[in-house]
């Protein structure tokens, strides 16, 4: 089955220590996209790639680091330097041409304690 | 800058009622619209999307939305509502045709809650 693999489900860390959450797609996309989703707040747009070894900021890029080295792979990883790391993280992708939508995993809850 | 509110945190509805969430949205050129749902511990799904065309949209599980230009809006529906159904849902609104979801903003959420 095509689709997007974010692992692990759950996600726990000491405070202090970088993280890197795992993405995944076997759907061909050209773009890969992460997320950070808080209570309340809808989804917020973190880091995006439209092509291998080429990405781009998104609105709250400060304390993340993106890689994009296959078409398939975009990790991402929570460094010490994000402040509130505490979250559900989505990784998204899609075909980048028009009248097409992106695709969504389902997702990892990171908390830091 | 666009911007998208959704003016109910949360809806509660009786099963086998039906429901309308509410989305307005502002944007200074052409938009796209999307509504995705959420459920618990899941990623988002899309239900439906107006990219252009008939106002009038239908989308999976029943719902149907309609885009209303003079009126910002684009409010999404469904005549008859199941357990199944309670979720998040979510509108967005994009500045961009490609379908990439970078130009995508999302408003904050709308809780579903059907009650038996």
């Known amino acids: 089955d095509g689709g997007i693999t974010q692992s692990p489900k759950y996600l726990f860390r000491k405070e202090g220590q970088n993280v890197t959450l795992s993405c995944e797609q076997n759907?061909?996309?050209?773009?890969m996209y992460w997320y950070r989703q808080d209570p309340g707040q809808g989804l917020r747009l973190i880091y995006y790639s439209q092509i291998v070894n080429d990405f781009q900021k998104g609105d709250i890029a400060e304390g993340y680091s993106v890689s994009r080295e296959k078409k398939e792979s975009f990790p991402l990883t929570v460094t010490s330097a994000q402040k509130n790391p505490t979250a559900f993280y989505l990784c998204?992708?899609?075909?980048?041409?028009?009248?097409?939508?992106?695709?969504f995993g389902q997702g990892t809850r990171l908390t830091v304690v | 800058a666009q911007s998208v509110t959704q003016l109910d945190s949360q809806v509660p509805v009786f099963e086998e009622a039906p429901v309308e969430l509410r989305c307005n949205y502002s944007s200074s050129v052409s938009v796209y619209l999307f509504w995705y749902v959420q459920y618990p511990n899941q990623g988002l799904q899309l239900l439906l999307k107006?990219?252009?065309?008939?106002?009038l949209v239908k989308g999976i599980n029943g719902f149907e939305a309609e885009f209303n230009k003079s009126q910002t809006s684009f409010h999404l529906r469904k005549p008859s509502v199941h357990i199944s159904d309670t979720a998040e849902y979510f509108c967005a609104v994009s500045d961009r045709p490609r379908g990439g979801a970078d130009g995508l903003t999302f408003g904050k959420g709308t809780h579903l809650i059907i009650q038996p």
């Open positions: 107006y990219l252009s065309g008939s106002t």
């Open positions: 759907l061909n996309h050209d773009a």
């Open positions: 998204a992708s899609s075909p980048g041409q028009p009248n097409t939508e992106a695709f």
